[in-house]
């Protein structure tokens, strides 16, 4: 499992009632289930990583999260989570109200487009970054919404939602501290949050 995930799994906590959008091959959830005795649904839109899924015996259904998200019922969760996609939907404001409307807590991890490299790469070279983080060429990319750590938070305020923590991580998914604190939209290049509205 993405060492980001842990950080992630930590946030849902045990025996939660979890979905997980575009939920990838299913290793997060599979731990949540094995691991913390959380019960849990899986949606993802790519069939591969649906198939993946299947194989390790996680409950997913396979389509577009977007589409997904207003065949369930308020309160059907405890937890949704949204692991390194929310760039890559077409409407971020309309996903996060709608995964407030179907769980009381969100966890959310993105990319943090203002990072330091990432203005660099730009200003140098002229041309759009590609990372170990952001492995994508611009015209292959799967993100169409780049944020910022203060684009992201300006906007949970905007939908009514509360961040009960936020966990700075660096390339590699681990936790980082120190200067990132003081200025994370610089010098974090993800993040992780935990939301309640």
């Excluded at 290793?27 to 691991?35: R, S, V």
């Amino acid at each position: 499992m993405r060492p980001d995930l842990d950080i992630v799994a930590s946030l849902v906590g045990e025996g939660q009632r979890v979905l997980d959008l575009g939920c990838g091959d299913g290793a997060l959830l599979e731990n949540l289930i094995d691991d913390r005795g959380c019960r849990g649904l899986g949606v993802e839109r790519e069939l591969d990583d649906f198939h993946a899924c299947v194989s390790r015996g996680v409950p997913v259904t396979q389509g577009d999260l977007e589409k997904e998200l207003p065949l369930f019922e308020a309160g059907d969760f405890d937890v949704a989570v949204l692991s390194l996609t929310l760039q890559a939907v077409r409407r971020p404001d309309h996903v996060l109200t709608e995964m407030k409307r179907v769980a009381a807590r969100l966890v959310v991890s993105l990319p943090n487009f203002a990072h330091w490299r990432l203005r660099a790469f730009l200003a140098l070279r002229g041309r759009m970054p590609v990372t170990d983080a952001l492995p994508y060429q611009w015209y292959d990319t799967p993100n169409i919404h780049l944020c910022t750590i203060v684009d992201f938070e300006n906007l949970t305020r905007e939908l009514g939602l509360e961040i009960d923590r936020r966990i700075l991580i660096d390339a590699t998914g681990r936790k980082t501290g120190g200067f990132a604190r003081r200025a994370p939209n610089l010098l974090a290049e993800r993040a992780v949050y935990s939301l309640t509205a």
